[in-house]
């Protein structure tokens, strides 16, 4: 009997190679099991449950680079995604300084930030910020170079609505939509409705301005409502996070961008976003660019 007791309990795991064996087609060679593991009657792990849902994916955020870019943070940044392998980067805007009408300096400053993100080896979602529209000679750059102004993607079921939070260039008032975005965005929710999770992306958090409404935020908002959506902006170089009827709002801190660096406690900090999109929506985690570093950090 112990000599039974002994042999059941070094039994390899087979649950899995049995699923698989039903789903092969006859004839065709059968897989390995992902996980070929000895169990016995104690082992040296807490569970087998590996946090691999298919549904669950993870990308990388960036925030504002300029308004007084600080050399070589951005940079810096994007080697440090390199590291860190995400499936794909989103930008919440302000990559270039701007605020001019000076084609030569835009296309400048656009051909440097192409050379950085060139070197990006996962594909990066533009935005534009107030720094990268800031006029309409700067919003027809930008539509020679990129196109759409605002748009939409899916992705394993998940709805990303990249919003132009600066749809009037050039006018006192910082950050609006116009009627034409409000009434596409309306469209997109609608026709989108079963998604299992919608992000929002725009640059200027427009919900912490007391005209919101005037700037038609209002109406995207309200348009969200009934569906699980979490909200993501930069612009004010100040990490925040709200919960605004029951869904998250971010303000991210800057990737480079002109910044007081205070720390945590002021929400002064250079960062990467990492978010790792699960059934019950995002996890975030602020990495800190100061924390990243390469495998050889160190070198014999």
């Given amino acids: 009997m112990k000599r039974l007791f002994a042999a059941l309990c070094v039994i390899p795991i087979v649950i899995t190679a049995l699923l698989l064996s039903k789903s092969t087609p006859a004839g065709a060679p059968s897989k390995p099991p992902e996980l070929q593991i000895k169990q016995e009657a104690v082992n040296p792990w807490n569970n087998l449950k590996f946090n691999n849902d298919p549904g669950t994916f993870r990308f990388a955020i960036v925030s504002d680079n300029t308004g007084g870019a600080r050399a070589g943070v951005f940079e810096r940044a994007i080697d ?30 656009w051909t440097d930030m192409a ?59 910082k950050g609006k939509f116009g009627p034409q975005q409000v009434t596409e965005v309306k469209k997109i929710l609608a026709d989108n409705k079963d998604v299992r999770w919608t992000l929002v992306f725009l640059h200027t958090p427009l919900w912490h301005n007391k005209n919101a409404a005037k700037l038609r935020w209002t109406e995207i908002e309200n348009a969200l409502q009934g569906r699980r959506f979490t909200v993501f902006a930069g612009h004010e170089h100040k990490y925040v996070r709200e919960i605004r009827n029951g869904s998250k709002f971010y303000t991210f801190a800057t990737t480079g961008g002109v910044s007081s660096l205070r720390g945590v406690p002021f929400g002064e900090f250079d960062h990467i976003i990492w978010v790792t999109m699960k059934s019950d929506g995002p996890v975030l985690a602020n990495l800190m660019m100061e924390g990243i570093f390469p495998e050889d950090v160190r070198k014999k």
Avoid at 149 to 161: A, E, G, I, S, T
């Fill in 115 to 173: 050379k950085t993100i060139a070197k990006l080896q996962v594909p990066f979602f533009y935005l534009p910020g107030n720094h990268d529209v800031t006029n309409t000679v700067m919003e027809k750059q930008w539509q020679e170079k990129f196109g759409r102004l605002y748009y939409y993607f899916k992705y394993k079921d998940v709805l990303f609505l990249m919003l132009n939070s600066e749809d009037d260039p050039g006018k006192e008032t």
């Fill in 80 to 109: 440090q995604l390199n590291i860190l392998q995400p499936e794909f980067v989103i930008s919440v805007g302000d990559l270039i300084e701007g605020y001019t009408t000076d084609v030569n300096k835009i296309n400048k400053e």
